[in-house]
């Protein structure tokens, strides 16, 4: 079984980097995927909405149970995803919901507050004001979400096999980086 979870603050390459982890590796990468399923198997779309909307543009207040449920359902998928195997999981708590299973390795991309800002007014073509707002609403929400539903800190370094600054690194060389890890784990694990 050979899993990968990546979690990711706004504007530190996770996007790119998760795509070439699972582009060298010949893996499935499954990212937003994972809210529809689990709002189509919870039967409550509204919390997909509310899930997508990280930046609570939308100000969407799903009731508890609608929650619950999709919460649960998530896990569940997280679930069979790990047991399907070749897989990278992007986000959804993944780091959490898989934490101590057996042939998973879990990495944090960070980079400083001021790179992402500047990465994601580039690459929205925005003001640096507007990033900053989007960057530090974005970081705030990912620690209500794993703090809220899952009861741990999303910075907590017990959660990760592997943390990666970007700052300085390319999307190349973080990505080896990831791989040379998942080759040697795995070699080990079949030992």
């Known amino acids: 079984m050979a899993v990968i979870t990546i979690s990711r603050q706004m504007g530190c390459l996770g996007r ?5 982890v699972a582009r060298r590796l010949n893996y499935r990468r499954v990212w937003r995927e994972v809210i529809n399923e689990a ?14 909307d990280e930046l609570d543009l ?6 508890v149970s609608a ?13 069979e995803l790990a047991v399907e195997g070749n897989v990278v999981i992007v986000g959804r708590a993944g780091q959490a919901i898989l934490h101590g299973m057996e042939g998973v390795l879990h990495i944090r991309l960070y980079a400083p507050f001021s ?10 073509n925005i003001t640096l004001e507007t990033a900053r707002a989007q960057v530090q609403a974005s970081d705030q929400a990912r620690m209500r979400y794993l703090k809220r539903y899952y009861q741990v800190r999303w910075d907590d370094p017990e959660l990760y096999d592997l943390m990666i600054n970007t700052k300085n690194l390319t999307v190349e060389m973080a990505s080896a980086a990831i791989c040379e890890l998942a080759a040697r784990r795995e070699t080990l694990h079949n030992q």
């Not at 790119?16 to 070439?20: A, D, L, P, V």
């Not at 939308?58 to 009731?63: D, E, F, I, Q, S």
């Not at 929650?67 to 679930?79: C, G």
Request: no cysteine; glycine share 4%; aromatic share 2%.
């Open 58 to 63: 939308l100000g969407l207040r799903p009731p």
């Open 16 to 20: 790119e980097i998760s795509e070439e």
């Open 115 to 124: 790179v992402r800002v500047e990465r994601v007014a580039k690459r929205q």
């Open 67 to 79: 929650r619950k449920a999709y919460h649960d359902a998530v896990r569940e998928i997280m679930r």
């Open 39 to 52: 709002a189509i198997r919870a039967g409550v779309p509204e919390v997909a909405l509310a899930t997508i």
